[in-house]
């Protein structure tokens, strides 16, 4: 990327979520969904799980991704919305899904990250080939709009609840 920045977030702090997560495995031997698709609405995940794969990514231009975790020291990263918006579309916040498939169930770690203040675009991100996608949010109030009918059937619930 061509540009640097300092993350601003006004009057923020960041909250950190840390959960122990379980897929089971299938019954049978056909594959099962483990948690549906969607983006997560944090700011960052950090991943971690035992080995046993199931973690499926979208890629921009639509394909999938099997996320490969056999070495024990494999973490993922993932964009979230809070991110995407922040970066005014230039990070990628991925859907992405868990397909379960063998005989041993999948535990994982997710650490969430949360603004807990406004969150606004920096001045430098914005420009003639990337005008302004997004006004100033609560990231806190992002979570409360997707709890929301509105917020929960939204394809793009970020752009719903802040896009310009």
């Excluded at 999938?64 to 990070?91: E, L, Q, T």
């Excluded at 997004?134 to 992002?142: A, D, T």
Aim: glycine share 8%; with cysteine.
């Amino acid at each position: 990327m061509g540009w640097r920045s300092t993350m601003i977030l006004t009057r923020t702090q960041i909250t950190y979520l840390l959960r122990v997560l379980k897929n089971r495995s299938p019954k049978g031997d056909e594959p099962n969904l483990g948690f549906v698709t969607h983006t997560d609405k944090s700011f960052t995940t950090i991943l971690h799980q035992n080995q046993i794969n199931g973690l499926e990514i979208d890629t921009r231009d639509g394909q999938k991704i099997n996320v490969d975790f056999s070495s024990p020291s494999s973490f993922v990263v993932i964009a979230g919305d809070a991110f995407m918006a922040w970066s005014n579309d230039r990070i990628h916040s991925p859907s992405h899904r868990v397909i379960m498939k063998g005989e041993v169930d999948r535990y994982s770690l997710a650490l969430f990250s949360f603004g807990n203040g406004i969150v606004e675009v920096p001045e430098e991100l914005v420009d003639d080939k990337h005008p302004l996608q997004y006004k100033p949010f609560e990231h806190l109030g992002l979570l409360r709009f997707f709890r929301t009918d509105e917020g929960y059937k939204a394809k793009c619930p970020i752009k719903a609840y802040c896009g310009v």
